[in-house]
């Protein structure tokens, strides 16, 4: 199983950044998906999730009405689309993977997913 997440970058204040999670050896329409951020200096903190049931999202606090977690099965991939960015977004963002959660609600605590990629640098600075 690979998780492949790309899409990160430098971008202004109120810039906009979509991140991509790409599967290989995975059905990510099966799995709840979550994206997760780490921080210089802080700990990694859950950003949004996808649950593979009923389709239902959450979202940090922080991120809500800025961040939209959304699925292409075709593709087999999950985007994290970033509006609004902030200096406090500035991050290593991850993917995860939890195959086959039978949880009726996809949960932000990294301890649900067993599968994760590589991460991609999001920095937000003028």
């Known amino acids: 199983v690979q998780l492949q997440a790309s899409g990160g970058g430098f971008v202004q204040p109120g810039g906009s950044l979509r991140l991509s999670c790409a599967a290989s050896g995975l059905f990510l329409a099966s799995s709840d998906i979550g994206w997760f951020r780490q921080a210089p200096g802080k700990e990694r903190e859950g950003v949004s999730c996808s649950s593979r049931r009923y389709g239902r999202t959450v979202y940090t606090d922080s991120v809500k009405g800025r961040f939209t977690i959304s699925r292409d099965n075709a593709k087999n991939t999950v985007y994290l689309q970033m509006s609004s960015l902030k200096p406090e977004d500035t991050a290593v963002y991850y993917c995860?993977?939890?195959?086959?959660?039978?949880?009726?609600?996809?949960?932000?605590?990294?301890?649900?997913?067993?599968?994760w990629g590589q991460g991609t640098l999001v920095t937000v600075s003028s």
């Open positions: 995860a993977a939890d195959p086959l959660s039978s949880r009726p609600l996809c949960g932000l605590g990294d301890n649900q997913y067993a599968h």
